[in-house]
T-cell receptor, first 116, second 113 residues
Framework: GENVEQHPSTLSVQEGDSAVIKCTYS??????FPWYKQELGKRPQLIID?????GEKKDQRIAVTLNKTAKHFSLHITETQPEDSAVYFC???????????????FGSGTQLTVLP | DGGITQSPKYLFRKEGQNVTLSCEQN?????MYWYRQDPGQGLRLIYY???????QKGDIAEGYSVSREKKESFPLTVTSAQKNPTAFYLC????????????FGPGTRLLVL
């Protein structure tokens, strides 16, 4: 099955700096890679995702890059703000067939702290 | 997110007891999922269901059971066979067609007395 490794486990940055979180995956059949943000005691919320037919996707201060050859993908947050502080999870999923539920395999999470 | 509800918010289990966690969604989503989250760890898939009356084991199904009698409901039972049930349990749902995005419920925290 799929295995997803995520680094670093904790990351502290100064407000306004950039933050980068990296993930690697093992299953070459994986073609969908979402990133979730989870605040303390809350539900995970999707912040951005990327499919294997593109190499980069941006949404305002957030971007994700994907290197299929190396089997790794990264989350980039620019101009960080205190409200960005949370745990971030990457995940990977293979496409099985149309209509199939997606089996997401999650990384272990990164605690991001943005210092004012 | 508001379309997925879980109850109770906190649940206490005694030794040898089965407990059931509720998950309901009004998003008309076909697929539903149960995940377990332990402190400092990622989410692990317990069971998932693509359609009514169908469900499949995930990575850590031992000691758990589910049912999917209605599209909007996917209850999870933590049986006495699950020896370490203390965790945060999250339910999620997604649409069938192009349904990669999974929307999560608020979670149930299960504690053992």
């Amino acid at each position: 099955g799929e295995n997803v490794e995520q680094h670093p486990s904790t990351l502290s940055v100064q407000e306004g700096d950039s933050a980068v979180i990296k993930c690697t995956y093992s299953d070459s059949a994986s073609n969908y890679f979402p990133w979730y943000k989870q605040e303390l005691g809350k539900r995970p919320q999707l912040i951005i995702d990327i499919r294997s037919n593109v190499g980069e996707k941006k949404d305002q201060r957030i971007a994700v890059t994907l290197n299929k050859t190396a089997k790794h993908f990264s989350l980039h947050i620019t101009e960080t703000q205190p409200e960005d502080s949370a745990v971030y999870f990457c995940a990977a999923s293979p496409f099985i067939s149309s209509g199939s539920a997606r089996q997401l395999t999650f990384g272990s999470g990164t605690q991001l702290t943005v210092l004012p | 997110d508001g379309g997925i509800t879980q109850s109770p918010k906190y649940l206490f289990r005694k030794e040898g007891q089965n407990v059931t966690l509720s998950c309901e969604q009004n998003l008309n989503h076909d697929a539903m999922y149960w995940y377990r989250q332990d402190p400092g760890q990622g989410l692990r898939l317990i069971y998932y269901s693509q359609i009514v009356n169908d469900f499949q084991k995930g990575d850590i199904a031992e000691g758990y059971s589910v049912s999917r009698e209605k599209k909007e409901s996917f209850p999870l039972t933590v049986t006495s066979a699950q020896k370490n049930p203390t965790a945060f349990y999250l339910c999620a749902s997604s649409t069938e067609t192009g349904g990669e995005t999974q929307y999560f419920g608020p979670g149930t925290r299960l504690l053992v007395l």
